[in-house]
């Protein structure tokens, strides 16, 4: 398959060809287009009659406005916090929106709710965009990384529902980026990514096996430093309710269903959408994060090139939670980026670019199929990164 119409072996120099090109620039205006659409009918941040369209995004303005009104601890409080959200967009409507993060997420909430609920939607998903779009293209190397980030899938999703993942993605990139160049900086962004623990697990094994302790060090005292700030902040019962919320969110959303599982993007809610029970699905997510973590463990302490360490943790940190939807998938984007950059050094091996393309086609087909196709796509890149670092194992490096 041609991929560049120059030299992969010039990489700063490297262009995608033709009609690769075309294929990427046609789902970067497909996005544009989808979304532009929703908007005008109605169906994306505002109604036709002018009331807010229910998403995700209900969960972060209504948690903020409850801190304005000087009750944090509220936000976890599910009867409170609907009522909150039902007055963002301003009627009713069925189902609930959880607010599962810790209080130090609540300083962003908190900003956003100091704007409309629309005004919000729209700042919140525009002003985080950039920052993955900066991640992924500082680790590809060149502009073509925009166009790629653009053109990835799973970002409809977070734009559409309003969620998180781009900001995820980006801490996480960013982390990635920067850890062998600005090591206490990539420790400052991993500290941050706290808001999102269960994405986050995996970062000290991989800096403890790699020896990165200054990085583990500076994690740590931002991760303390602003759950101390939120303490100050939000007093000791927001944090009393958000550990509180945590087994009512597991019960709820796990257990009992409250969650489509479907969109479930992980071991557990591929097990419980194929009939499974709920213990053998607990055992098949526990067996795969144990896999997952000793897998980063393994790869971060061997001789493996840099970007095969960070793809494989970027892909086994997706692998090891229970909790992952279709938005998360966003981050997904950080380990296709260090597999193209290591493909487009030293040529990329047969049938791996296909196998990319697979990854992106699955997560694509997700809206038709409402199946853990986005978990077939994570095992997808797993094996990718697999078939790159075992021979690391044997001092050796993989090159096309």
Known sequence: MVLYASSPGHAADAKL??????????????????????YLHGIWIVAPDGSGVQSDFVNVWAAGRLVLEGHPASAYDWPTHKLVEEAAVGHPFAGYFGWHYPPPFLFVASRLALMSYAAA???WVFATFPIYLAA??????????YLLAAAFPAILSNF????????????FGGALFLLERRPILAGILIGLLSYKPHLGFLFPIALAAGGYWRTFAAATVTAAVMAMASWFAFGTDAWIAFFAN???TEHAFLSEGAAD???MQTAFGTIRTLGGSEALAWWAQAAVAIAAAAGVAAVWRSRADYEIKAAALGTAAMLATPYLYTYDLVVLAVPLAFLFRLGRARGF???EMPAIGLACLLILIFPFVK??????????????????????????RVSA
């Not at 690769?20 to 989808?34: G, K």
């Not at 992924?136 to 990384?145: C, E």
């Not at 199946?371 to 050796?396: D, M, Q």
């Open 136 to 145: 992924i293209r500082a680790i590809i190397g060149d502009r073509t990384g």
């Open 371 to 396: 199946a853990p196709v986005g978990f077939a796509a994570i095992v997808t890149v797993a094996a990718l990164v697999a078939r790159r670092a075992v021979p690391s194992f044997a001092g050796r």
């Open 121 to 123: 939607y729209a700042v």
């Open 349 to 351: 091996l047969p049938q």
């Open 246 to 248: 945590i087994g009512h």
């Open 261 to 263: 599982l479907g969109k």
């Open 160 to 171: 559409i529902v309003g969620q998180n993942g781009f900001l995820t993605a980006g801490l």
């Open 17 to 38: 060809a033709r009609p690769l090109e075309l294929v990427v620039f046609a789902l970067v205006l497909a996005h544009a287009v989808y979304l532009a659409a929703c």
